[in-house]
């Protein structure tokens, strides 16, 4: 059995906890029944020998196979990591939504994807990346009552992502300490009518607009200051052309939206600038998690 999941930009600047996309960078697990417990590990995380014995995967596939089964198999994970590790570029998200749908995959019960979506929230409590990796596309969505709730459009296919990651990571849960604890009703209504302009320019595939709905006042300069070339590449990535270029979820990842016949000029110019980043240009994913069994 086989399950893949999407790689997620989430925030798109304004649209702090609401907003995310899905791209076509993936992270794979296959799993075989197996005499005694082994886990294998190749791409991302592979130079990181802990994640063989304390992996989170591991810990969410048990908690939700032990209560589908009454049987006690033994498994072979083989994971292929495309997605590096708390870059921004929705790791854990990925490594939640493929763990549950695993485990019920591999016990032969039916999961619908609104119901896996509604599982991962008790992992991960905003659901701007954990949309887009089950549902791909863009996606925006509120929790209720501990449901998400969403609206998803697909992406067209002459746009393209450039992504620029950095050599360092930045977890998640630091990243949100070092945000306002309030803010004031300016930042709230400058972010509130961006967010929706934003929106509104993906549902209506007006992509000259998002160049000023991304901007942002909740997050970004104070993530940014813990590394402050990412100004620079942010101010390269427009300059170059992209329609809008964000700090990808909590960062390290800087995330740019472009025309596809203007994404390798700007790949090549943010190369050129910052040779110690890694960068390339992807499709976005439509689809989000599959199984194969
Ligand atoms: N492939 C993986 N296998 C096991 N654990 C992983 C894997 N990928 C991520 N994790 C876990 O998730 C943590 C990273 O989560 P974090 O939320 O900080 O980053 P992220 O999800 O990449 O970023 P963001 O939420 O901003 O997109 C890692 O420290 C590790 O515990
Ligand atoms: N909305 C989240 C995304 C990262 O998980 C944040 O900005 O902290």
Redesign the pocket.
Known sequence: MKVSVPA?S?NMGPGFDTLGIALQIK?QVVIKPSKFHSVSLKG??SNNPA?KDN???ISIFNDFYHNLSTKRRNFRFE?Y?E?P?????????A?IVSAISSAYAIEGVELSKKKLLNLALAYENHPD?ITPAVMGGFNVATVQDNEVNFIKKDMPKNLRAIVVIPNRPI???MSRKTLPYKYSKDDAVFNLSHASLLTAAFMSENWEMLRIASLDKFHQKYRMKQMPELFEVQKTSLKAGSLMSTL???GSTFFSIAYAEDSKKIERELRNRFPHFKIFTTDFDNYGVRVEK
């Open positions: 997620t989430a992270n991302e995380g994640l992996n989170m995967f994971f990591n997605i590790m708390s870059r921004g570029l929705g790791s854990s998200s490594v990346n977890s998640t849960n990808s979820g909590s």
